[in-house]
């Protein structure tokens, strides 16, 4: 069943896709596109999103069905759709037609993709068991998707604009706002105008301190700082994924606007810095020595920015990565665990500063990352911290205190690596603190 209707990319990209796949796994390959989850009973169901690899050679969001690959050539498996079922969905294409569409070479039921589970290599999607063998396909996937084509791309930066807009509206909607769920639904609302969708569930937030923070219902006050990390995924499943925190008064307090800017020399410094061949664990640590400045600067940490971030005092602060690949997936191909995220023969560090670093790998041209620098005030991390006494050399906890209204920021941006630099796909919306209240400050 086509639960959505998506432009579909050209088909001489995803017969490129294809023939890109053939090239690196030669042997055949079958995907699942995945089925939409019941919410408690049948006939109401969670939003259906087709598996990302699925989507990649695929191009069509189709429910409960399969693609075989081998040597370029696709085989479509999925099942006509019943009257019963048009009465409710109303009419939907033909088998045929999708097959026909995606350039399918031949279709066939759904049952039959069973003759081909044994030989083919596949993936796990939903319910389904992890197969054994799936190791090279893995590597093909993952050297396939880090580098985009010029259809992905172009999807990525529709999405991006989406997301600026509904940035921009939510900055807009925050004067007459009196809780962070106003704020939200004008953000979304302009994704929802535009025909696309979020790509991960929203964070708008006063709390901005609990970093994946899904609530809504806190009431906004002057002197609070609305941390909003929205973006929106276009009909064809490419994401996008943008973070900024303004002040709910239009007016950033001094201390507020001290932090902001530590913040955004840290996001500053990691784009002037990415371009090929620079590994991005290196941003993360720039992003680290950076931010360990600016607050030793503040007189809120003590010592030399370097020493500071190898004893992970940054962390303290700065607890997740700097980012991460950005694609099909918000967090692209994390479905791999690290297998696209670590290049190979890398694994994560236990270190306090650096395991949630989701990226580990040099930079190429056409990989889109994240850059998103923050600072945090979490209670359950600064809590024991200052208790353990073992901190006390390198954090001022008094000067910490003038602090207190700043509980969370982050700014994040979606970044293209380009032959010689990078491009950021999110420009369109301003970082600097003067821009931001232009922006959300009473009209
Ligand atoms: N939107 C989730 C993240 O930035 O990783
Ligand atoms: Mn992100
Ligand atoms: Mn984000």
Redesign the pocket.
Known sequence: MLLQTAPLPLASVLQQRRDRLAELHPQPVLLWSGQAVARNFPANVYPFRANSHFLYFAGLPLANAAIHLEGGRLTLFMDDTTPEAALWHGPTPSRDTLAAEMGAAAAYPCADADRYRAEAATLPTQAQSEPDDSQALIEALVTLRLYHDDEALAQIKSAAAVSVAAHQAGMVATPKATAEAAVRAAMEQVIIAAGMTCA?NS?VTVHGEVL?NEQYHHALAAGDLLLA?V?AEAPSGWAS?I?RTWPVSGRFTAPQRDIYNVVLAAHDACIAAARPGVEYRDLHLLACCTLAAGLVDLGLLKGHPDSLVEQDVHALFFPHGVG?LLGLD??DMEDLGDAAGYAPGRSRSDRFGLKFLRLDRPLSADMVV?I?PGFYQVPGLLGPARLSGQYNDTVNWERLEDFHQVRGIRI?DDVQITQTGCTVLTEALPTQADAIEDLCGPA
Do not use: A, L, N, R
Request: charged share 30%.
């Open positions: 991960y964070i994946h990390d973006g994924d973070t991460h918000v967090h994240t998103e994040e």
